[in-house]
C-alpha cells in the first residue's frame, strides 16, 4: 500500500460520492465503512512487511550461521530481544491506530484524532526510550564483567 494507492483512493472518492448522495445522516456509517477497509488494507500490507522481514531476518541468521559466524541463539531467560519487541510494539501500534483513530475522528473530530496519535506517538516514545536505556544497562555490565577477567 503506498500514499497514492489507486485502489484506496478510488474507495474514497466512491464514499465521497455517496456521502453527497445519501447526505449527512449517513456520513458516521460511509466513514466507518471506509476505515474499515483502509485498517484491511493496512493489515494486509503490515503482515506482508512483516513476513518479509523474519524471511530476512532467517536468511541473514542462516547465512552467518553457515559462514561460520555466531549464529543467534534465544535467550535463556525467554524475554525477545530488544529489536523483536520494538517490531512487535509497532505492528500492534499501527493495528490499533486504525479503529482508535476512527473513534477519535467520530466522536472528536481533528482534537480526538490528535489526542489519539499522540496517545500512541507517546506509547512508542516511552517503550524506545525504555528500550535504550535497558541496552545501555546491559552493555555496562557485560563491559564490567569483561573488565573483571
Not at 559462514?67 to 512487535?88: C, K, S, V, W, Y
Amino acid at each position: 500500500m503506498t500514499a497514492s494507492d489507486p485502489e484506496l483512493t478510488k474507495e474514497l472518492n466512491a464514499t465521497l460520492q455517496a456521502r453527497k448522495d445519501l447526505g449527512p445522516e449517513y456520513e458516521s456509517e460511509l466513514i466507518d465503512s471506509f476505515l474499515d477497509k483502509a485498517a484491511q488494507r493496512l493489515d494486509s500490507e503490515v503482515e506482508r512487511r512483516v513476513r518479509r522481514e523474519l524471511a530476512q531476518q532467517q536468511t541473514a541468521g542462516a547465512r552467518v550461521a553457515t559462514h561460520g559466524g555466531p549464529a543467534q541463539r534465544p535467550r535463556p531467560d525467554g524475554i525477545l530481544d530488544p529489536g523483536r519487541r520494538r517490531l512487535g510494539l509497532a505492528v500492534v501500534s499501527m493495528a490499533f491506530a486504525i479503529p482508535l483513530s476512527a473513534i477519535g475522528a467520530v466522536n472528536a473530530h481533528l482534537p480526538g484524532l490528535l489526542v489519539t496519535w499522540a496517545g500512541i506517538v507517546g506509547v512508542n516514545v516511552a517503550h524506545s526510550l525504555g528500550s535504550s536505556l535497558q541496552e545501555r544497562r546491559a552493555q555496562a555490565a557485560d563491559e564490567r564483567r569483561h573488565a573483571d577477567f
